[in-house]
């Protein structure tokens, strides 16, 4: 079993910056990947941006150049900085950890971008 709990989402201006956090605990203490995603109401969750084994990393379009993410030395937590930020970033991020046995994601934390 493994939990996953994401942190640092809330309310930023047009232009601004915010850390998200993920944390891990449980069965496993690293993961081949990790990985954001984000929705809005009534859309498909989208893939933001992922890093993997041997420092592997792949954004989405819409946010190279404003996202970085990264890990910690255990690969057992994830962050993603993000800037420029945009009304149409708005949405509830969420994390997913990639183990030998499948995904976990986490709940989600809400970011909102008003303009």
């Known amino acids: 079993q493994v939990q996953v709990v994401e942190s640092g989402g809330g309310l930023v201006q047009a232009g601004g910056s915010l850390r998200l956090s993920c944390a891990t605990s449980?069965?496993?203490?690293?993961?081949?990947?990790m990985a954001w995603y984000r929705q809005t109401p009534g859309k498909q969750r989208e893939f933001v941006a992922l890093?993997?084994?041997?420092?592997?990393?792949i954004y989405a379009d819409s946010v190279k150049g404003r996202f970085t993410i990264s890990t910690n030395s255990a690969k057992n937590a994830c962050y993603l900085q993000m800037s420029s930020l945009k009304p149409e970033d708005t949405a509830v991020y969420y994390c997913k950890a990639t183990s030998p046995f499948g995904d976990s994601w986490g709940q989600g934390t809400q970011v909102t971008v008003s303009s």
């Open positions: 449980g069965r496993f203490s690293s993961f081949i990947a």
């Open positions: 890093i993997g084994d041997g420092s592997r990393i």
